[in-house]
C-alpha cells in the first residue's frame, strides 16, 4: 500500500507514475518530451540494462552528461537500482576526470559521445570503471530491450544513498553522502511542499493538482538544477530543460513562451544580464517575448545583483525573486525573497540556521555585532565519503545538536536576519562555478616564467567574480599565455580571466599567501 511507504525517491516517483501515467513529465528543448508512464518505464528499463550488465545494487554510476533526459533518466534508473549516481563536471579534463572516478569508486558510467574522447585518456586509471554506456543509438538500444519490470520494488529504504560532489578546500571534489529521507527533508521538499511530519503517501495528494512547471537552466551537474528537478517531480510537476552546454539566452525564451514555466532558475548575473540583453533586443526589434507565465526566479549558486533584479522586476512586476542560500553539505537553509526596497538580500534565522561562535560553536546573541560561522542543524548528511577527518571538521557535535559548519561568516543581526560575509577558504564563486586558488595557483606556478603567483576573485559584472592570477615574473608573461597554459590542464572556468604582474607576490613573513592584499593589487591593476 501506498501508505506503508518510506522516504524513498523511487518509491514515490512510481507512486506518483501510477496515479497519472498520462500526464506530462519531462520536457527537452531539442530532445523528447516524456509522459510520467514513459519516464518510469525508460528509467526502469536503464535500471535493469545495467543489472544485466553486472552493476551491483550500492555501486555508483557516473552521470557525465549535459542536461538532457538521459541525465534524469540516469539518476532515476540508480535510485530504483538502489545504486547511486554520481555528478560530473564535463568540463573536467582527464587528470580531474580520474581524480574523481577513482574518489567516487565508479563501477559505470553513463557519458554523451562530446565526453567520451576525454573519458578515454582517463580510463587507462580506472581499473574499477567496468561499464561505459554512451548516449545516443547504443543507449536507446540498451533500454529497449532491457526488461520493463520496477527493480527492487518493495526493497527500498529511505537509507539508500544520494551523492553530491562538490569542490573542497584544496580544490579536489569531495563527495558529500546523504541518506535518501535526509535529502528530501533537506532539499526536495521545499518545492514539493512536503511535509515531513507526515508519511510520504502525501505526494498522491499533491500531484492530483500540481503546480509546478520548473525550467532548469543551469547544468544538472550541479546540485542546484537537479534539486528543482526532484523536487517538482516530488509535486507531480512538469521538468524543463534544453541540450545547450551554454546559456543560449534566445532559445531559453522561446522555451518559456512555448512551454509555459511558471518556476524557473538561474545562476546569479551570468545568467540574468544575458537574458535581460536579450528581452531588450527583442523589444527593438517589436517582437517580444511572452513571459507572463513566469511567477518565481530563483537565484542559487550565485548572487544576482540588486540592478538586475530591479529590471527583472520591471519587466515582470508579479514575479517573485529568491535567492537561496545553501550547500552541498547543507541543502537548502534559507529562502530569501527580494523587495524594490530591499538594498541587499536579507536571509532570516530558523529552528535550524543560525550563526555560531568559530571557537566555542554556541550561538550568537542577534545584534551582538559579533562575526561568527553560518550554521545548520536538522536533515543532514552522513559525511564526506571516504574522507572520517574532513566530516569531523564540517558536522561537528555541540550544545547536544550535529551541525553542518562549511566556513561562511555571518553576523547575526537583531531583527533575526543573517548578513553573510564570505568563505574564510577563499573560494571564488565565477559564474555559479566554484574555483579554489590553491589548485589554480599550483598549475600556473608550474609555468617556467612564473616565480609566484596568488589567485583570487575580482568583482565582476556578468560572473559575480572574475578568477585573477597575481604573478610574479621572471620574464614577459601575458594573460593569454597563462589563461592557454591554465586550460591545457584544467577545466576552462578555473583559468584566469585576467593576470596582473607585480614586482613580489604579497605574503607574510611565514610564507603564508596575504590574499587581501593581492586582492588589492589585481583590481589596481586591471
Known amino acids: 500500500m501506498v501508505s506503508d511507504m518510506e522516504w524513498n525517491v523511487a518509491d514515490m516517483m512510481e507512486a506518483i507514475a501510477d496515479a497519472h501515467p498520462d500526464r506530462e513529465a519531462l520536457i527537452v528543448d531539442g530532445g523528447p518530451s516524456l509522459t510520467w508512464s514513459e519516464l518510469d518505464t525508460r528509467a526502469s528499463q536503464l535500471a535493469n540494462h545495467l543489472i544485466e550488465s553486472g552493476i551491483e545494487s550500492g555501486s555508483h554510476i557516473a552521470c557525465y552528461c549535459a542536461n538532457g533526459n538521459e541525465y ?15 555528478n560530473v563536471n564535463w568540463r573536467y579534463k582527464s587528470d580531474e576526470i580520474a581524480y574523481l572516478f577513482d574518489d567516487a569508486d565508479v563501477a559505470a558510467c553513463v557519458v554523451d559521445p562530446d565526453f567520451v574522447s576525454v ?90 493538482n ?17 534539486w528543482g528537478a526532484f523536487g517538482a517531480w516530488l509535486a507531480g510537476g512538469v521538468v524543463m530543460c534544453m541540450r545547450s552546454r551554454s546559456l543560449d539566452a534566445p532559445a531559453a525564451l522561446r522555451l518559456v513562451e512555448r512551454e509555459r514555466p511558471n518556476l524557473m532558475l538561474i545562476v546569479g548575473d551570468a545568467f540574468a544580464a544575458p537574458l535581460l540583453t536579450e528581452l531588450e533586443k527583442a523589444d527593438a526589434r517589436g517582437e517580444p517575448y ?6 518565481v526566479l530563483v537565484s542559487s549558486g550565485a548572487p544576482l545583483s540588486a540592478h538586475h533584479k530591479e529590471a527583472l522586476q ?45 571557537e566555542t560553536l554556541e550561538p ?19 559525511g564526506y565519503y571516504k574522507d572520517p577527518e574532513k566530516s569531523h571538521r564540517t558536522f561537528p557535535e555541540a550544545g547536544g545538536k550535529r551541525w553542518v ?52 576573485g575580482v568583482p565582476d559584472e556578468r560572473f559575480g567574480s572574475a578568477v585573477t592570477a597575481v604573478i610574479e615574473a621572471e620574464a614577459s608573461i601575458g594573460t593569454q ?41 589585481a583590481v589596481g591593476g586591471i
Not at 72 to 83: D, G, H, N, P
Not at 314 to 339: H, K, N
Request: overall charge negative; charged content about 25%.
Open 72 to 86: 534524469l533518466e540516469t539518476m532515476l534508473a540508480c535510485f530504483k537500482a538502489r545504486m547511486v549516481p554520481i
Open 119 to 208: 573519458l578515454d585518456e582517463a580510463r587507462v586509471e580506472l581499473p574499477g570503471l567496468r561499464l561505459v554506456m554512451e548516449t545516443g543509438a547504443g543507449y536507446e538500444e540498451a533500454i529497449a530491450q532491457a526488461p520493463k519490470v520496477r527493480p527492487f520494488a518493495g526493497q527500498r529504504s529511505p537509507d539508500d544513498r544520494y551523492f553530491l560532489y562538490t569542490g573542497g578546500t584544496t580544490g579536489y571534489p569531495k563527495g558529500v553522502e546523504w541518506r535518501q529521507e535526509d535529502i528530501i527533508g533537506a532539499v526536495w521538499r521545499t518545492t514539493g511542499n512536503l511535509d515531513m511530519s507526515r508519511g510520504p503517501e502525501q505526494v498522491l495528494e499533491i500531484s492530483a
Open 210 to 226: 500540481p503546480r509546478t512547471r520548473y525550467f532548469a537552466i543551469p547544468p544538472f551537474m550541479h546540485g542546484a538544477a537537479h
Open 290 to 295: 511572452d513571459i507572463s507565465s513566469l511567477k
Open 314 to 358: 520591471e519587466r515582470m512586476p508579479r514575479i517573485v525573486i529568491a535567492d537561496t542560500l545553501g550547500s552541498s553539505e547543507a541543502g537548502v537553509q534559507a529562502i530569501a525573497s527580494w523587495r524594490p526596497e530591499q538594498k541587499a538580500t536579507r536571509f532570516v534565522m530558523n529552528d535550524v540556521t543560525t550563526v555560531l561562535d568559530e
Open 364 to 382: 550568537l546573541e542577534p545584534g551582538s555585532g559579533r562575526q561568527g560561522v553560518l550554521a545548520k542543524s536538522g536533515y543532514l548528511p552522513l
Open 405 to 456: 559548519v562549511t566556513g561562511d561568516h555571518a553576523i547575526a543581526e537583531a531583527d533575526g536576519s543573517i548578513t553573510l560575509l564570505g568563505r574564510g577558504s577563499n573560494c571564488i564563486n565565477t559564474g555559479g562555478e566554484k574555483v579554489y586558488p590553491e589548485e589554480v595557483e599550483a598549475v600556473i606556478k608550474a609555468h617556467p616564467s612564473v616565480a609566484d603567483v596568488l589567485v583570487v
Open 481 to 521: 599565455e597563462i589563461r592557454a597554459f591554465t586550460e591545457a590542464r584544467l577545466a576552462g572556468y578555473k583559468a584566469p580571466r585576467h593576470v596582473v604582474v607585480v614586482e613580489k607576490v604579497p605574503r607574510a613573513p611565514s610564507g603564508k599567501p596575504d590574499y587581501k592584499a593581492a586582492l588589492d593589487l
